[in-house]
């Protein structure tokens, strides 16, 4: 039921930091929301965003980022290709910066934050596509990983019952090349809430009447509201079937 599409191939490596070197060449305009129903991301300016993500603890897969990036490199018509700057990937660091749990009798705990250790805190994530000199261009990467949800939920001790927010600062350093060379983007702080009670809306068994929200078309489980719904073995479905 779960459907995502990507205008630049991506993945996400577990693996150290490259060193950066400066020179910024680009930046990260912002994070472009998707509009409709299909996983479309246009690459031009104009197209709305999202100022702040939001991703519930019941996904199975991460916070899906799709960045607006701009090129600052100038070149003259004979120089476009030589100038083109080829997309590598990002170095990637999350911090928790708050923790709010509500207990089931409307009491709050706000629990120390936890520190995120090894590649749930910094990791590098990979992504290929091209970026004309003065031109704008989208990708699509995951910035707050699965794994880094998970540990986020063991670390704040919530019961069952509780209601947890996190609230996640990601800082994205973005890298590519340019004739052989090294070429660095502009770092991007974007911050993303992890909840267990955000999002999702279970509306019982399936199939459900009415109008089903679909949540984001590039990840149900993100920023939007999805209706799911239980199959005879008491599965989430998502969206909803009717």
């Known amino acids: 039921m779960l459907r995502a599409a990507a205008l630049i191939t991506s993945m996400l490596a577990i693996t150290a930091c490259v060193a950066d070197s400066g020179g910024e060449g680009f930046i990260i305009v912002n994070n472009t929301a998707v ?19 939001e991703i519930s603890t019941l996904s199975s897969a991460g916070y899906l980022f799709t960045p ?23 170095n990637v660091e999350l911090t928790v910066e708050a923790l709010t749990i509500q207990h089931a009798d409307g009491t709050f705990d706000k629990p120390p934050v936890p520190v995120l250790q090894g590649t749930d805190g910094k990791f590098q994530a990979l992504f290929s596509g091209s970026l004309t000199p003065g031109g704008t261009a989208n990708a699509a990467f995951e910035i707050v990983p699965v ?11 919530a019961a069952a019952t509780d209601h947890m927010s996190a609230e996640v600062k990601a800082i994205i350093k973005p890298f590519g090349t340019m004739g052989g060379d090294r070429v660095d983007g502009t770092p991007f702080q974007y911050p993303v809430t992890v909840c267990n009670d955000c999002v999702v809306v279970n509306r019982g068994a399936c199939p459900v009447t009415g109008t089903v929200r679909t949540g984001d078309p590039c990840q149900p489980f ?21």
Request: aromatic share 4%; proline share 3%.
């Open 68 to 90: 607006l990036f701009q090129s600052n490199i100038t070149a003259t018509s004979t120089q476009e290709v030589q100038r083109t700057l080829m997309f590598n990937g990002a």
């Open 147 to 157: 794994t880094t949800i998970a540990s986020i939920v063991q670390a704040s001790g």
């Open 222 to 242: 993100e920023d939007s509201i999805v209706d799911c719904c239980t199959d005879a073995s008491n599965n989430l479905v998502c969206p909803a079937s009717m």
């Open 35 to 53: 509009q409709g129903t299909q996983c479309l991301l246009l690459g031009t300016q104009g197209q709305p965003f999202k100022a702040h993500g």
